[in-house]
T-cell receptor
Framework: AQKVTQAQTEISVVEKEDVTLDCVYE???????LFWYKQPPSGELVFLIRRNSFDEQNEISGRYSWNFQKSTSSFNFTITASQVVDSAVYFC??????????????FGQGTTLQVKP | DGGITQSPKYLFRKEGQNVTLSCEQNLNHDAMYWYRQDPGQGLRLIYY???????QKGDIAEGYSVSREKKESFPLTVTSAQKNPTAFYLC?????????????FGSGTRLTVV
């Protein structure tokens, strides 16, 4: 069975602090995709990153960075120098790969990040 | 601009009523999905469709029904059999039916039972 766990339900930081959102996943697939989405108060999910299981390179995009560790089944997300606009719910998600895959995403429970000025 | 349109944004339902949530996409995507979001539970898959005139149950299909008569449209009906329908509903589409690639989400419909 596939499962995604985001153990942090809520995180509160002060602006300019760095914050890491944890994501641990379970899957029996050897090939899979991992995702992070941001959900601002408006409700729409905003795509942040997709990583396939073959690519364990860490990625940095501006203030965002992602640490993928296959050995520990983790795909953590760090925001450097957080800003108030980063306040949102963040979801980690998992999807299988290949002809038997249906393309459905398995989501974690989400982490609510509050950045205070 | 290409995207997914969900309507209405807010919907109120009386006990025992069926209601239909609309989802339309102009992205020419093959696959479409309906997810339900409850506080603290993330998003859970209700139904999905990989091709016109075909759809499959997701993890929480009981009390819901769908149709896929056109590629662009994937409406969700919340029936009176759904015991706790108050939730936020998100529709999504994907460019490739077998991959979670190029996923696009709508802006959601918030359903409240009154």
């Amino acid at each position: 069975a596939q499962k995604v766990t985001q153990a942090q339900t809520e995180i509160s930081v002060v602006e300019k602090e760095d914050v890491t959102l944890d994501c641990v996943y379970e899957t029996r697939d050897t090939t899979y995709y991992l995702f992070w989405y941001k959900q601002p108060p408006s409700g729409e999910l905003v795509f942040l990153i997709r990583r396939n299981s073959f690519d364990e390179q860490n990625e940095i995009s501006g203030r965002y960075s992602w640490n993928f560790q296959k050995s520990t089944s983790s795909f953590n997300f760090t925001i450097t120098a957080s800003q108030v606009v980063d306040s949102a719910v963040y979801f980690c998600a998992l999807s299988g790969f290949g002809s038997s895959n249906t393309g459905k995403l398995i989501f974690g429970q989400g982490t609510t990040l509050q950045v205070k000025p | 601009d290409g995207g997914i349109t969900q309507s209405p944004k807010y919907l109120f339902r009386k006990e025992g009523q069926n209601v239909t949530l609309s989802c339309e996409q102009n992205l020419n995507h093959d696959a479409m999905y309906w997810y339900r979001q409850d506080p603290g539970q993330g998003l859970r898959l209700i139904y999905y469709s990989q091709i016109v005139n075909d759809f499959q149950k997701g993890d929480i299909a009981e009390g819901y029904s769908v149709s896929r008569e056109k590629k662009e449209s994937f409406p969700l009906t919340v029936t009176s059999a759904q015991k706790n329908p108050t939730a936020f509903y998100l529709c999504a589409s994907s460019a490739h039916s077998g991959l979670a690639y190029g996923y696009t989400f709508g802006s959601g419909t918030r359903l409240t039972v009154v």
